[in-house]
């Protein structure tokens, strides 16, 4: 959770955003090829820290010290003064909405769902179709065990956003990732066949114009978690096709690690019984 929260902050501090570490969906959650360390203060920058906490009137103006101050915090396992911090910082800048968003997700990975789903709720009362603010609202109805809610709200943003596309035309829309989260429900719900339907249907719908290497490491996923990884490896190797150099190098990396998995696989994995997902893995 510690790596989770660093790495979200890290996103909004420093790009203004963080959409593309979750644009696959579930599985990024537990299949990043690379693990990130978590950033480390330097002396300086830790003294700084001790002096800012002895006489915290106001947070730093510096990303680079506030991100110092929140991961020594987080280390320190004080989550009450992380989120005091996150709130004063959505308040200081209510525009930036990606402040409360993480308030919210520390609330949910502290297991505070219900002031989790409220936050969120609140956020997405502003913002109906903001795609983040759907998949934590998601993964918290999942959490508190409301699979229904979960992909009832998933599928009614999967079908405003398909709504807005133009047969033929170049589309303002990125309906896709809404697809995405609709899957990923349903396959979290135990629906694993409805998960694997609608992923069919976007490849279908995707060849009819460039191909969209998402929906096919999408299927990939979901193949390998049920244990049949030379399918995934060949979803991975149709998905290279059409990827760009940066999603080709996580793939590659991705299916060197799935290689270890089939290797070893007869001898350390006992069989997964199809049709049964994994728990939902916290980042």
Not at 192 to 208: N, T
Not at 218 to 234: S, V
Request: glycine share 6%.
């Amino acid at each position: 959770m510690q790596r989770a929260i660093i790495l979200l902050l890290r996103g909004v501090l420093f790009s203004g955003g963080y959409a593309g570490m979750f644009v696959l969906g579930w599985f990024v959650a537990s299949d990043t090829p690379a693990e990130v360390a978590s950033p480390a203060a330097s002396p300086a920058g830790q003294q700084k820290v001790v002096n800012l906490q002895r006489k915290l009137n106001r947070l730093p103006d510096d990303p680079d010290l506030l991100l110092e101050l929140i991961t020594t915090q987080l280390q320190q396992g004080d989550l009450q003064a992380v989120y005091d911090h996150l709130q004063t910082l959505r308040q200081q800048h209510p525009q930036r909405w990606r402040f409360g968003l993480l308030a919210a997700e520390l609330l949910r990975a502290s297991g505070e769902l219900a002031a989790a789903e409220q936050q969120t709720q609140r956020l997405l009362a502003v913002d109906p179709d903001n795609l983040s603010l759907l998949r934590l609202y998601c993964r918290i109805l999942l959490e508190r065990g409301e699979p229904a809610r979960a992909e009832a709200m998933a599928e009614a943003a999967w079908q405003r956003i398909r709504s807005l596309e133009n047969p033929g035309e170049q589309d303002t829309v990125d309906a896709v990732p809404y697809g995405l989260l609709l899957a990923d429900v349903r396959r979290s719900r135990g629906d694993v066949d409805a998960a694997d339907q609608l992923l069919e249907q976007m490849i279908d719908r995707s060849k009819r114009r460039r191909t969209d290497p998402r929906p096919l490491i999408a299927q990939a996923m979901l193949r390998q978690d049920n244990g049949d990884l030379e399918a995934a490896q060949q979803l991975l190797a149709e998905a290279r096709q059409h990827g760009d150099s940066t999603t080709i190098q996580w793939l590659d990396i991705l299916s060197r690690r799935w290689s270890l998995e089939l290797t070893r696989a007869p001898m350390h994995a006992p069989p997964q019984i199809p049709g049964v997902p994994p728990a939902l893995t916290t980042p």
